[in-house]
């Protein structure tokens, strides 16, 4: 069964900082989806990136960036200059198999990313 | 882009009161849409996949008569809880796939935070 772990749980950085949230999936499936989202307090889900894992190039978009490393099963993402704006829970999600149908997603637990001034 | 809207975006009721919640997709046809729930703090879990003209597939676990799904057009998706009692406040959260293939990720509504009293 497919598992997502994102280790920690709560991440305080001040302003300017760089942050990286880790993310380590469990898959039985050789073809499948990453996502990253983010949740602000009002409660929506913001997407941010996905990636199959046919695709382990890194991604830059603006200030986030994206490391897909297969040989650890992880899918980090880092914030570099955090800004008081990027305040929120962060989710890593998976989902398996790359045909119609195949779309369930499986969040991890959620990183609470606090950005101090 | 692709909209998905949610209706109501708060509820708060009586305990037995039986709440319906709406997910429409605004500018394509959903012939799939999700629905997740989320506890404070918690991740989103999957409670259910809503199939149009079909019956829903539920996640284990779910009650089926406690949560009713109808997906009766390619862009309206119905929950209804039934007979909600307070342990059934959380907040809930419906996603649309677009029929496009696979290069769509899912598309999310605000969110309906109900809270049974």
């Known amino acids: 069964a497919q598992k997502v772990t994102q280790a920690q749980t709560e991440i305080s950085v001040v302003e300017k900082e760089d942050v990286t949230l880790d993310c380590v999936y469990e898959?039985?499936?050789?073809?499948?989806?990453l996502f990253w989202y983010k949740q602000p307090p009002s409660g929506e889900l913001v997407f941010l990136i996905r990636?199959?894992?046919?695709?382990?190039q890194n991604e830059i978009s603006g200030r986030y960036s994206w490391n897909f490393q297969k040989s650890t099963s992880s899918f980090n993402f880092t914030i570099t200059a955090s800004q008081v704006v990027d305040s929120a829970v962060y989710f890593c999600?998976?989902?398996?198999?790359?045909?119609?149908?195949?779309?369930?997603?499986?969040f991890g637990q959620g990183t609470r990313l606090t950005i101090n001034p | 882009g692709a909209v998905v809207s949610q209706h109501p975006s708060r509820v708060i009721c009586k305990s037995g009161t039986s709440v319906k919640i709406e997910c429409r997709s605004l500018?394509?046809?959903?012939?799939?849409m999700f629905w997740y729930r989320q506890f404070p703090k918690q991740s989103l879990m999957l409670m259910a996949t809503?199939?149009?003209?079909?019956?829903?597939?539920?996640e284990q676990g779910v009650e089926k008569d406690k949560f009713l799904i109808n997906h009766a057009s390619l862009t309206l998706s119905t929950l209804t809880v039934t007979s909600a009692h307070p342990e059934d406040s959380s907040f809930y959260i419906c996603?649309?796939?677009?029929?496009?293939?696979?290069?769509?990720?899912?598309?999310f509504g605000d969110g309906t935070r109900l809270s049974i009293l």
């Open positions: 996603s649309a796939r677009t029929p496009q293939g696979d290069n769509q990720p899912q598309h």
């Open positions: 500018d394509f046809q959903a012939t799939t």
């Open positions: 990636r199959n894992s046919f695709d382990e």
């Open positions: 809503s199939n149009e003209g079909s019956k829903a597939t539920y």
């Open positions: 999600a998976l989902s398996e198999g790359l045909i119609q149908g195949a779309q369930k997603l499986v």
């Open positions: 898959t039985r499936d050789t073809t499948y989806y």
